[in-house]
């Protein structure tokens, strides 16, 4: 099964290391409020590292199982999960179209 929906950040947010956690804080609108703070795995912060506005699920998917040595499955189900919570805390949206 394929995945070419791309996803690109939503505002301005920071991701900072805060000893072992990786924060998402936003640099812009709601800088107070700590409900836009979100704590993520490393493999989390990764992810959205790789939310570019110019991959698609599948490549995030495929990089994702290379670098963890992770089971696409997995990996895939993980990420569609990922991305649902991302979406409705509207960190992310779908991009208009992957760069070439």
Not at 46 to 57: E, F, H, K
Not at 64 to 78: K, L, P, Q, T
Request: with cysteine; proline share 3%.
């Amino acid at each position: 099964m394929t995945d070419k929906r791309v996803f690109a950040h939503r505002g301005e947010f920071a991701l900072r290391q805060v000893g072992s956690e990786s924060i998402l804080v936003p640099i812009r609108n709601h800088v107070g409020d700590l409900d836009s703070v979100f704590v993520f795995t490393p493999v989390a912060a990764r992810i959205w590292t790789l939310l570019d506005g110019n991959r698609d699920v599948d490549a995030i998917v495929a990089e994702i199982c290379n670098e963890y040595d992770a089971d696409d499955g997995v990996v895939r189900a993980d990420l569609d999960e990922l991305l649902g919570t991302m979406e409705a805390a509207d960190l992310i949206g779908a991009a208009v179209e992957a760069k070439p």
